[in-house]
């Protein structure tokens, strides 16, 4: 018989899905201004740069109300591995991805309203959202507003650091949603997790 529980509120739905379509249109965008063939880019570069740098302004606004939300709400205590053995949990939780749920063995830490992650996803969540993210705003916003960038930095040209830890910023957002919609799968169906983040309830 199917349970239900009700995990996620609508704030958190909406906000999720924004968000992948903000990253979705930046990954895109990105990729067409630095890695494409001029003869054949993925998008024209200057339509590229304008839809880029809109998006980039819509990201940073989707960050302020994420973080503004969880603390009102207090959703921000989600994020938070919980103690003790978080080094165990996380561990068991890799070996459950890497070859357990192959096997049929029982998810070792379902989700509940209470805790809708486990440590591992906790600790990814929490390093993604409030240090990588921000890294990657941060820098974008300089790039689109160069005159607040250094002069000089390490020697370089101040733009030149900002650019790498950018492009190295995005790229780690890149992989993070590649393996996130991958982790998506692995609800007790592969549409469960997906139909969660749409309905709010998760079935078991």
């Not at 053995?85 to 096997?103: S, V």
């Not at 921000?134 to 390490?154: E, N």
């Amino acid at each position: 018989m199917t349970k239900r529980v009700f995990m996620l509120p609508l704030w958190i739905r909406l906000w999720h899905w924004s968000n992948a379509l903000a990253i979705i249109v930046l990954s895109v965008t990105g990729i067409s201004l630095h890695f494409s063939d001029p003869n054949l880019p993925l998008v024209e570069f200057s339509l590229a740069a304008r839809i880029h740098n809109v998006a980039g302004v819509c990201l940073a606004g989707l960050w302020v109300a994420f973080v503004i939300g969880n603390i009102v709400t207090g959703n921000w205590w989600q994020y938070i591995p919980k103690p003790p053995g978080i080094l165990g949990r996380c561990i068991k939780q890799m070996q459950y991805y890497g070859g357990g749920i192959f096997k049929g063995e029982a998810e070792p830490f379902p989700p509940t309203p209470e805790v809708n992650f486990n440590a591992l996803q906790a600790i990814t969540y929490w390093s993604i959202m409030y240090l990588v993210l921000p890294v990657v705003i941060a820098t974008g916003l300089i790039f689109l507003y160069p005159q607040f960038a250094p002069d000089t930095l390490f020697g370089l040209d101040g733009l030149l650091p900002v650019a790498l830890v950018h492009y190295l910023g995005a790229a780690v957002i890149l992989l993070f949603m590649v393996s996130h919609i991958y982790l998506g799968t692995m609800g007790p169906k592969v549409s469960s997790l997906f139909k969660m983040m749409i309905t709010g309830w998760y079935e078991h």
